[in-house]
């Protein structure tokens, strides 16, 4: 197995949700499941036994943090990715998962792999949402639905990375909730989208969508709302006529076994149910276990 870093960030600030703070619970039982419960150390830790895997877990801030500029608590934000970023500074050439909290989180991890991968790095946002507002155009003002749009280069200032990401190499998967300032983004800027008929009939379909943009390595982000909440309700914002978990990991299987993975993020998990729990113990490890195969 190629060695890997599980990266906790139990941020839940970038949500606008009342019971945001479940998702900082979700991250822990998220990394957990892929650590076989060996406790996440602060960053410049000393490494687990086990140096397969090793976790680490960013510090986030116990508070909801100021809005400014139209972004909610972008104090706490910017504090969680300047700590990300150092995490990440401390991962070497392992492959980082990255466990969530909210879609948020994804800042750092991304911008690191368009760093190490350039432009043959290709992003496959599974999702409900497009997360493609701005701090003008959310309608919540919360940053989970802005950090694609973010990553893309338009976004906060204080958030914005140094190199954006263009728009071929993002391929949107499983979509299906987009405000209009989005989609009006979304077609106008050219965003390759595949939906969810598409992908249940055949979950490679991904794979020539990712060549087609030039992809040599492809970082893999899943907000768990992609799902069926049919099959996985513990969401905060669950959209009917998701994929199946089966048509996921179909999806994720095809990418890792065709391009090498640059990072992998799981996200906006918010425990509800005990049975989505049993859900995700089938689900997470065999995902890190396709990607380590591919």
Sequence with gaps: ??????????????????????????????????????PPAEPSAEPPTK???????????D????????????????????????????CGTATVVTVGGDCGVEMEPVSAALKRHGDGLTVVWFDAH????????????????MVLRTLLGEGHPDLVPPRAL??????????????????AYATGAGLTRLTVPELTA????????VAAAGGTAVYIHIDLDVLDP???????????????????????RALTARFPLAGLGITEYAPRREEDEAVLASLVPALLADAAAG
């Design 130 to 145: 497009g997360d493609l507002n701005t701090p003008g155009s959310s309608p919540s003002h919360a940053f989970h639905g």
């Design 51 to 61: 140096p397969s895997v090793r976790a680490l877990r960013v510090p986030v801030p």
């Design 63 to 90: 508070t909801a943090g100021t809005e400014r500029d139209g972004v909610r608590a972008l104090d706490v934000l910017t504090t969680v990715a300047a700590r990300t970023r150092a995490a990440l500074g401390e």
């Design 202 to 209: 055949d979950p490679g379909v991904l794979v020539p969508a």
């Design 166 to 183: 263009h728009p071929r190499q993002v391929v949107l998967a499983g979509v299906r909730a987009l405000d209009p300032a989005e989609l």
């Design 230 to 252: 049919q099959e996985f309700g513990s969401l905060s914002y669950p959209e009917a006529g998701g994929l199946s978990v089966a048509a996921l990991r179909d999806a994720v």
């Design 1 to 38: 197995m190629l060695p890997t870093v599980v990266l906790q960030v139990p941020q839940w600030q970038g949500s606008s949700v009342e019971d945001a703070r479940l998702l900082s619970l979700g991250a822990g039982r998220l990394a957990s499941l892929l650590t076989s419960g060996e």
